[in-house]
């Protein structure tokens, strides 16, 4: 699993690149090891997750009966849904680029998404933690999730710009392509599983 000091080296680029900075790229390891060992981000993202999955469960809760409660395999379902989010939206981006004959920028993509959720799973989480610890920033913390939505797709789609370079309508499609799916994909298997608030 990297380190801290190896993904505080990959954020740095990942930075660079928002700052439209190709010196970014020298940051990332975008070989075959580089791209298996970007999905290690998905365990620097569980205590984010956590709190979401605890927030979640309060919200649950919240609609139904006073005396419903869950069991652990409500948090495996919660992991599930997370899993699906991580992998589908990646997988559609793969099919896309080979459909356009540009499968060589596909590492690049996977490197840069996975390694930018951890950043954003964060502060995501500590967004979630003040509307759980003090409900009465609800409406505060409304407006920092949309303002932090923009800035998330800002973000995406500077770094794709960097990667597809000039081609702006795959930068598009692809920062629909990694977004739109796994908000879909949320709900649908939050329904299916029987997670989803009443």
């Not at 993904?7 to 020298?26: K, N, S």
């Not at 899993?83 to 559609?92: E, G, K, R, S």
């Not at 960097?162 to 795959?170: F, P, S, T």
Request: aromatic content about 14%; proline content about 6%; some cysteine.
């Amino acid at each position: 699993m990297p380190g801290l000091k190896e993904v505080q080296y990959y954020l740095a680029g990942l930075w660079l690149l928002i700052r439209m900075d190709p010196r970014g790229f020298r940051f990332l390891d975008l070989s075959e090891r580089g791209v298996n060992r970007s999905f290690w981000a998905m365990a620097w993202c569980l205590p984010p997750m956590g709190i979401s999955w605890l927030w979640w469960r309060q919200a649950f809760l919240r609609s139904m009966p006073p005396e419903a409660d869950v069991d652990f395999a409500f948090f495996i379902r919660l992991g599930l849904v997370e899993v699906a989010n991580w992998f589908v939206p990646l997988v559609f981006a793969g099919l896309l680029l080979l459909a356009f004959r540009m499968g060589e920028r596909f590492a690049p993509v996977v490197v840069s998404v996975n390694w930018l959720g951890v950043p954003l799973s964060y502060i995501n989480g500590l967004l979630l933690a003040l509307v759980f610890f003090l409900p009465g920033t609800v409406g505060l913390v409304s407006l920092l999730l949309l303002a932090f939505m923009l800035a998330q797709v800002f973000a995406l789609a500077r770094i794709l710009r960097m990667i597809c370079h000039d081609h702006a309508l795959m930068v598009g499609a692809l920062t629909l392509v990694l977004l739109v799916p796994s908000m879909i994909l949320s709900e649908y298997l939050q329904h299916f599983l029987g997670i989803y608030p009443a």
